[in-house]
């Protein structure tokens, strides 16, 4: 029984943070309908930000996440401005294949930066913050893990407020519905993506921060986390917010109680196989608005 | 106050618009009247800036437009109501209106705006919690007016309001106009619904496969023999 509740507890936290990994993708790709290839790349790039904060910063892995959002924030927007508009603005009247290529390309391209940069080893934040305790009866909570539950529930929440409730987010969200009819009633468009691409990237920093408390971060980590992000946004939605949270939940769940019964490779098929059927039956995801 | 000069504008290697030349005057309405096809929403188009032209002028208040993106185009205080509505149809009533009034950047205006509009259509204010897609045509072409009224237009560029739409419904909305004209704003109005679009206008335009045919006021319009034939079925 202890052993189950702390499985519960441990695929929470992790699906947490696994859910607000995916918020940013869903959120560019849901505004944009682009699909940014190097998200898990940025989220390798954040995780290395953070592990430079606490190592030669010094700072407290909390105490670094502001910097590296701040950072991946104008990463985001200098990404958008001056490498997909560009060719984004060439393809205006067709898809948008060649941003597919783009962010292929861009992540091949940050993947082996990061290996000449910060070599091949692993990785974890200095400090031994990350390695602290909550001890209740038989379970255990890590530090990160609560930490990353709260930080991520917090995230997702504030971001649902300000697309619902502000004036950026009313023009995102319309320009995600319709960019013409926004842009006749006076919204830049142009201006929109750089702020969502950039909106999208800050989050991945909160991610890349909360995520390196609990893995360590290689220059191909973003391979793995990246696949998995996109799973989390099909499963909860293309552009819900609130989907891409639940979504990582389940993953994170499916995980950590599939460990419970089931070799690790099973769970990671198992998360495969829901995937696949929820793309088969339910397109729109389990969370999802259908399109028009 | 929108005068348009010489205009060509197509798609890709399409040519559409052929030499077009028209103005409208503050405080008028004008009808823009022409068959399927015969490029209408490309004129609007063109002047809103969300098709490329090719060479001609549109100048609006004396600012050039041409070469201006859409949304700067709508700062400069015109608004249109796109064929087919376009709403936003995962927002509710209230969001689509007031994210016409954002562009003013004026909480106070935007909420003065959304009260005129509603005023003008108070079934939007009934169901002003509701999604846009859960609307009738009718509701829907209604919102779509009331949205672009919302950005406090001073030139209101309608395309088709009449489409799919029912006679009464059409009739409905058509009445609304003269009193929007009224409250100052300049409305160019392209329509298939010839009779009823003239009948409402001062001056109207005929293009017929790109080109201004036929220009005059109502009712040399209305008693012209090609007119009736081609658009009033007489
Ligand atoms: N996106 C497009 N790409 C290529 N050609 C187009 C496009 N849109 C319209 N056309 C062509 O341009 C011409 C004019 O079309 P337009 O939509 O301006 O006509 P319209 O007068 O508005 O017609 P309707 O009354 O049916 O709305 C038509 O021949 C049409 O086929
Ligand atoms: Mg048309």
């Known amino acids: ?23 940013g993708l869903s959120l560019q790709f849901g505004v944009m309908k682009i699909i940014n290839f190097a998200h898990g790349s940025f989220l390798m790039v954040a995780m290395y930000l953070t592990f430079w904060a606490t190592s030669l910063l010094g700072l407290h892995l909390l105490a670094a996440i502001p910097l590296v959002v701040a950072v991946l924030y104008l990463v985001g927007w200098g990404t958008q401005r001056w ?27 940050l993947d082996n930066l990061f290996l000449v940069l910060a070599g091949p080893d692993y990785r974890t934040p200095a400090g031994d913050w990350a390695n602290g305790v909550f001890v209740l009866g038989d379970l255990i909570f890590t530090y990160p893990q609560v930490a990353g539950l709260v930080v991520s529930v917090l995230v997702t929440l504030l971001l649902v407020l300000f697309m619902r409730y502000t004036r950026l987010g009313r023009a995102i969200r319309a320009t995600g519905q319709d960019r013409e009819a926004a842009s006749v009633l006076g919204i830049d468009s142009a201006a929109v993506y750089r702020t969502s691409f950039a909106i999208g990237l800050a989050i991945l920093g909160v991610a890349g921060a909360l995520l390196l408390a609990i893995f360590p971060v290689d220059p191909f980590i973003g391979d793995l986390f990246g696949v998995r992000a996109f799973i989390i946004v099909v499963l909860g939605g293309i552009g819900s917010i609130g989907g891409a949270l639940a979504g990582g939940l389940m ?33 729109q995801g389990l969370f999802g608005v259908e399109r028009a | 106050m929108l005068e348009i000069e010489g205009l060509h504008a197509g798609y890709g290697d399409v040519r559409v618009l052929h030499d077009v ?55 400069l205080g015109l608004a249109q109501v796109m064929e087919g509505r376009r709403l936003f149809p995962h927002m509710t009533v209230e969001d689509n209106l007031l994210i016409g009034g954002d ?30 897609r859960s609307f009738s045509g009718g509701e ?49 109005l392209v329509e ?6 003239l009948s409402l206008s001062r001056r109207g335009y005929v293009i ?27």
Not at chain 1, 2 to 14: K, P
Not at chain 2, 30 to 46: D, E, F, M, Q
Not at chain 2, 213 to 228: C, I, Q, T
Request: aromatic share 8%.
């Open chain 2, 21 to 75: 030349t028209l103005r409208v005057d503050e405080g008028e309405i004008v009808s823009i009247v022409g068959a399927n096809g015969a490029g209408k929403t490309t004129l609007i188009r063109a002047v809103m800036g969300t098709l490329p032209t090719t060479s001609g002028s549109v100048r609006f208040l004396g600012e050039r437009l041409t070469g201006r993106q859409s949304h700067e185009i709508a700062r």
């Open chain 1, 83 to 109: 490498l997909i508009e560009p060719v984004y603005r060439k393809e205006a009247t067709r898809e948008p294949i060649s941003v597919l290529i783009f962010t292929t390309g861009l992540w091949i391209f």
């Open chain 2, 192 to 197: 298939q619904d010839v009779r009823r679009s």
């Open chain 2, 103 to 132: 562009i003013l950047r004026d909480t106070a205006r935007q909420r003065r705006n959304l009260g005129w509009v509603y005023e003008m259509f108070p079934r939007l204010r009934e169901r002003r919690t509701q999604l846009a």
């Open chain 1, 1 to 23: 029984m202890t052993s189950i509740l702390q499985a519960l507890f441990d695929g929470l936290a992790s699906g947490a943070i696994y859910g607000i990994i995916a918020l």
């Open chain 1, 251 to 283: 993953v994170g769940l499916i995980e950590s109680l599939g460990a419970q019964f089931l070799p690790i490779t099973y769970s990671e098929a198992l998360i495969f196989a829901i995937f696949l059927a929820v793309l088969y039956f339910r397109p």
């Open chain 2, 208 to 234: 017929e496969q790109g080109r201004v045919v036929l220009e005059g006021d109502r009712d040399f319009l209305l008693g012209n023999e090609e007119v009736k034939r081609a658009y009033l079925g007489v």
């Open chain 2, 140 to 188: 829907q072409q209604m919102l779509a007016i009331a949205r672009a009224l919302m950005t406090g237009p001073k030139l209101l560029l309608l395309d088709e309001p009449s489409i799919g739409l029912a006679p009464v419904m059409v009739k409905e909305i058509f009445s609304r106009f003269p009193g929007i004209n009224a409250e100052g704003v300049t409305i160019l």
